[in-house]
């Protein structure tokens, strides 16, 4: 389970990235979604060979996904 302090500094990154306005929506996308995608990768749910695509890959596109959102508002 996550620490207050941990959950606190990972806000702080994120909110460094999209503003602190986004911070707290955009720490939750990413944390509720890396945790679906690492379940789903351990639980052998996210083979490559069916869906073509790593967690890491996944990751990289949400990140990619959440900069362009900041980006135009």
């Known amino acids: ?5 941990t959950q606190d500094e990972f806000l702080a990154i994120v909110g460094d990235l999209v503003g602190e306005r986004h911070a707290r929506r955009f720490a939750a996308l990413l944390l509720t979604s890396t ?4 379940g789903m990768e351990v639980s052998g749910h996210l083979p490559a060979e069916k ?10 596109t949400l990140v990619s996904m959440i900069d362009r959102q900041t980006r135009s508002e």
Not at 1 to 5: T, Y
Not at 51 to 60: I, Y
Request: charged fraction near 15%; hydrophobic fraction near 40%; avoid cysteine.
């Open 51 to 60: 869906w073509h695509v790593s967690a890491e890959e996944l990751v990289s």
């Open 1 to 5: 389970m996550w620490s207050g302090r």
């Open 35 to 38: 945790h679906g995608m690492t």
